[in-house]
């Protein structure tokens, strides 16, 4: 599966990266802000676009918002977010997104990932 | 005149003065009235004594207090006429006296008239003066009551009006113009009040708005490390990365477990702040019982089987409970946890649901563990305090976890406690108000608490 993952923490991306990879055998493209996920999601497509909910120059939710409003709506989005108040959470599930909280188990992000994905009705290939 | 005091200080003075004032006169028309009085005796007298002079038999004695009375007379135009009167006696002429008598009595009729007049006039004048005396204090306090009511009620209810305006609109208040008297005076007394409790307000909004951010960032700042923690240690030891040395993979397996524990530590310390704060609202539902017991004794099957522990959950089909699901989930967690912590191996930590006997539903959590001591009982629901028992080396607890089930469980509208006898195990227990069995065999259906229980709203 070809995801995007969008963290502006180095450390967290690259270990979050280690564990799509090594675990769960995805292609991960990595941007490190959120105008890079932006570009990176209107050029090429993706299976899975993962946002971290605070970035900076464009959030997760804006660059989710910005993507719908460009009809990039087939794909689906999770957000990564060390942010835990309902309301924040209330909003990313509004955009129809899912949503894992910080610190995630990096061996279980994978099975998180196909099971967020399931209940979408949007099974991993 | 703007001071309601000096008004109606000015109202009493007015209607002294006017009494005194009236009283004043009242006496010197009685002086009229006595002194007419008087004349009246008088003139009675003196012609009572002139009627009955007889000439024939003459009193020297008479006489004499005729003369007497003659000189009393002084200039009177009456004093000539007694003068005759005294001369014909004297002289003991019947004729000339009956003649000058009769002339007497005719000129003193005048004189009593008169005095008889001035009596009445003076009667009349006290009778006047009686009366508006009277009304005088009666017409001071309807002026006075005039007074209260315009500025002193009307102020005071002008005045509660605005407390009450303040009272349920803070922020809509507006400080009005303070009249120039007493009770303008305790409108500015009452603005600086509201003022203050205005600066308050907003003083304890921001610092409420510093504590919420303050717990957000605390948390983001907080978990985005743990996560790079977690992550590389979770990565390196599941053996993706390569195999390790196995003393390497102890170490490591023991930063991780650490690390497990310190990530639980955070979250519940940011969700206690937020339960303290207020910043945690349930969302209530109505919940399958059974389904929800099961979801978390899958979650705990990892932890029972590390610690060779059964969980038993007595079923109860068709139980439905008024709660939040992730938050009842918290409980349950904490609590079944907990107990499997301090079991021993092969133990059994069995979960039942049954009803009070006020209606509201019980659950219990038992374990067959060493128990708790009764000192302890109350101590183990307080922020990082465990019992003073040895703890399994399985899981190790924050010290957060029952101090979190209290307060959730409380914020569902239950009780929460333990009964435990040292050796004997213990059992957790807490009650929920709103629950209903859908199978319709609940004999106490009409137990269950309204919509509007406390709690869960």
Not at chain 2, 96 to 122: C, G, I, K, P, Y
């Amino acid at each position: 599966m070809k995801i995007l993952l969008a963290e502006d923490d180095p450390n967290v991306s690259v270990i979050t990266q280690l564990c799509l990879e090594k675990i769960g055998g995805h292609a991960v493209t990595v941007a490190s802000d959120g105008a890079q996920a932006l570009d990176a999601a209107l050029k090429d497509g993706f299976d899975l676009i993962i946002l971290d909910g605070m970035m900076p120059k464009l959030a997760g939710l804006e660059v989710a918002r910005e993507l719908q409003s460009r009809g990039v709506t087939s794909t689906p989005i999770i957000f990564l977010s060390a942010k835990s108040e309902e309301k924040d959470i209330k909003q990313f599930l509004a955009l129809g997104a899912g949503f894992i909280g910080k610190p995630f188990d990096p061996q279980a992000i994978c099975g998180r990932i196909d099971e967020i994905l399931r209940e979408k009705g949007l099974a991993a290939s | 005149m703007s001071s309601i005091r000096a008004r109606l200080a000015m109202i009493v003075l007015l209607v002294v003065t006017g009494m005194a004032w009236f009283g004043q006169a009242s006496i010197r028309t009685y002086e009229d009235y006595d002194r007419a009085q008087g004349q009246i005796g008088d003139v009675l007298e003196l012609r009572a004594q002139v009627l009955f002079l007889d000439a024939t038999s003459y009193s020297p004695k008479l006489a004499g207090r005729l003369k007497e009375k003659r000189k009393e007379l002084g200039r009177d135009p009456r004093a000539n006429l007694l003068s005759d009167i005294i001369q014909a006696y004297n002289e003991k002429d019947p004729k000339a006296l009956r003649r000058r008598v009769l002339a007497f009595v005719d000129s003193e009729r005048r004189t009593l008239n008169d005095a008889l007049l001035r009596q009445r006039e003076a009667e009349r004048k006290l009778k006047q003066n009686a009366a508006v005396t009277a009304l005088l204090p009666l017409v001071g306090l309807f002026m006075l009551w005039l007074t209260v009511r315009a500025s002193v009620f009307r102020g005071i209810d002008r005045l509660s009006r605005r407390m009450m305006d303040f009272l349920v609109d803070r922020y809509s208040f507006q400080f009005s113009e303070p009249e120039s008297n007493e009770l303008g005076q305790l409108q500015r007394t009452f603005n600086s009040l509201a003022q203050r409790v205005i600066n308050n307000m907003d003083e304890l909004k921001s610092l409420d708005q510093a504590k919420s951010d303050f717990l957000s960032i605390t948390s983001h700042e907080l978990r985005t490390p743990m996560t790079s923690i977690k992550g590389s240690l979770s990565l390196l030891t599941s053996g993706v990365m390569g195999r390790l040395e196995p003393q390497a993979e102890k170490l490591l397996k023991i930063a991780e477990s650490e690390t497990d524990r310190l990530i639980r530590l955070i979250n519940d310390l940011l969700d206690l702040a937020k339960i303290e704060a207020g910043k945690l609202p349930l969302k209530g539902d109505w919940v399958n019982w059974d389904e929800m017991m099961h979801k978390t004794a899958q979650s705990l099957v990892g932890l029972a089987n590390a610690a060779k522990v059964r969980i038993a959950v007595q079923p109860r089909p068709g139980l439905e409970v008024y709660m939040d699901r992730d938050r009842m989930q918290q409980i349950l967690t904490n609590l079944v946890s907990n107990s499997i912590k301090f079991s021993p191996e092969d133990g059994t930590v069995s979960v039942f649901a049954s009803k009070t006997r006020n209606g509201e539903m019980l659950v219990q959590v038992q374990d067959q563990g060493i128990g708790i001591a009764p000192e302890d009982q109350e101590l183990i629901f307080q922020k990082f305090r465990q019992s003073s028992s040895p703890e399994s080396p399985i899981v190790k607890g924050t010290g957060l976890g029952l101090t979190i089930a209290r307060a959730l469980v409380e914020e569902h509208g239950g009780t929460i406690g333990v009964h435990s006898e040292k050796g004997k195990g213990a059992t957790f227990y807490f009650t929920l108000p709103k629950w209903r069995d859908q199978t319709g065999h609940s004999p106490d259906a009409d137990d269950v608490p309204a919509e509007r229980g406390r709690g869960a709203a």
